[in-house]
T-cell receptor, first 113, second 114 residues
Framework: KQEVTQIPAALSVPEGENLVLNCSFT??????LQWFRQDPGKGLTSLLL?????REQTSGRLNASLDKSSGRSTLYIAASQPGDSATYLC????????????FGKGITLSVRP | EPEVTQTPSHQVTQMGQEVILRCVPI?????FYWYRQILGQKVEFLVS????????KSEIFDDQFSVERPDGSNFTLKIRSTKLEDSAMYFC????????????FGEGSRLTVL
């Protein structure tokens, strides 16, 4: 059974810092990995999706990498801003495009002005 | 930008009552999902739906739950007799026909069972 872990549960950094959020998964046989942002009491906003054949994806100040063999992904946020404060979740799809997503618990990020 | 919309945003109900949560997926999407998130816990898969039938369901999705696409735009989740432990945020998601597998989620419906 796939397990997705995100440690630490919370992180507080000063504005401007570059930071890395980690995600690990137990079964390396994944179809894709998706990073989401969740603001308090809100829905999930897709940030980046990495297919199993890819190593990384970039969007603006965000870069996500995937190392399937070691069961790890990282989300890199450059030059963090207070508006980046949110919970970041990673989720993996097992066998195909229609596979259910298995989520981590998320990392709650606070960027201090 | 197209988005998944959900109603109601918050519903409070008494234990044992029936609840219907509604979703309007992105218009050209073909695959539909329900997930839920109990406060402080992980987002969990409930059910996936394609071509008017359930593709996959989790252990959580027992006989008390059902899904329906009553017309060309709505996708509903019905809980027949709510329990206290059904209190959660329920998220609808949809995806298109491409094989990326990227899911787009709605803002969620918060269900509180008293």
């Amino acid at each position: 059974k796939q397990e997705v872990t995100q440690i630490p549960a919370a992180l507080s950094v000063p504005e401007g810092e570059n930071l890395v959020l980690n995600c690990s998964f137990t079964d390396s046989a994944i179809y894709n990995l998706q990073w989401f942002r969740q603001d308090p009491g809100k829905g999930l906003t897709s940030l980046l999706l990495i297919q199993s054949s890819q190593r990384e994806q970039t969007s603006g100040r965000l870069n996500a990498s995937l190392d399937k063999s070691s069961g790890r992904s990282t989300l890199y946020i450059a030059a963090s801003q207070p508006g980046d404060s949110a919970t970041y979740l990673c989720a993996v799809a097992a066998w195909g495009a229609n596979s259910k997503l298995t989520f981590g618990k998320g990392i709650t990020l606070s960027v201090r002005p | 930008e197209p988005e998944v919309t959900q109603t109601p945003s918050h519903q409070v109900t008494q234990m044992g009552q029936e609840v219907i949560l509604r979703c309007v997926p992105i218009s050209n999407h073909l695959y539909f999902y329900w997930y839920r998130q109990i406060l402080g816990q992980k987002v969990e898969f409930l059910v996936s739906f394609y071509n008017n039938e359930i593709s996959e369901k989790s252990e959580i999705f027992d006989d008390q739950f059902s899904v329906e696409r009553p017309d060309g735009s709505n996708f509903t989740l019905k809980i027949r007799s709510t329990k206290l432990e059904d209190s959660a945020m329920y998220f609808c998601a949809s995806r298109g026909d491409e094989n990326t597998g990227e899911l787009f989620f709605g803002e969620g419906s918060r269900l509180t069972v008293l």
